[in-house]
């Protein structure tokens, strides 16, 4: 079992940057995936980014690419989603999640591929 919490959420103004962290204790051994998820008030949950276990891939969705970066710190059993160049529409309740499970590359950023989840931090950015 993994347990995974999420902090560094808060407001900002645009053009402002944050970073987020998601700290794992458990069996992280067994993890093959850890992805930072987002959802706004009446919106679907979206992937944002992951990061890959095997092979250390890192899919962006289209919409952060280039403005956030998520990388993690194995002695610290934590990953990091780093946000820079903020904008109001990245305005969210941002998840950290984890798997256990093998999956294909292409589903990387779908909720249902993950098992564990955190309780989610807020991210606020004003103009």
């Known amino acids: 079992q993994v347990q995974l919490v999420e902090s560094g959420g808060g407001s900002v103004q645009a053009g402002g940057s944050l970073r987020l962290s998601c700290e794992a204790s458990g069996s992280t051994s067994t993890i093959t995936s850890v992805a930072w998820f987002r959802q706004a008030p009446g919106k679907e949950r979206e992937g944002v980014a992951a990061l890959i276990t095997e092979g250390g891939l890192t899919p962006y969705d289209d919409s952060v690419k280039g403005r956030f970066t998520i990388s993690r710190d194995d002695a610290k059993n934590t990953v990091y989603l780093q946000m820079n160049n903020l904008k109001p529409a990245d305005t969210a309740l941002y998840y950290c999640?984890?798997?256990?499970?093998?999956?294909?590359?292409?589903?990387?950023?779908?909720?249902?591929?993950?098992?564990?989840w955190g309780q989610g931090t807020q991210v606020t950015v004003s103009s």
């Open positions: 999640a984890a798997t256990t499970t093998t999956f294909l590359l292409w589903n990387s950023l779908r909720p249902n591929t993950y098992n564990y």
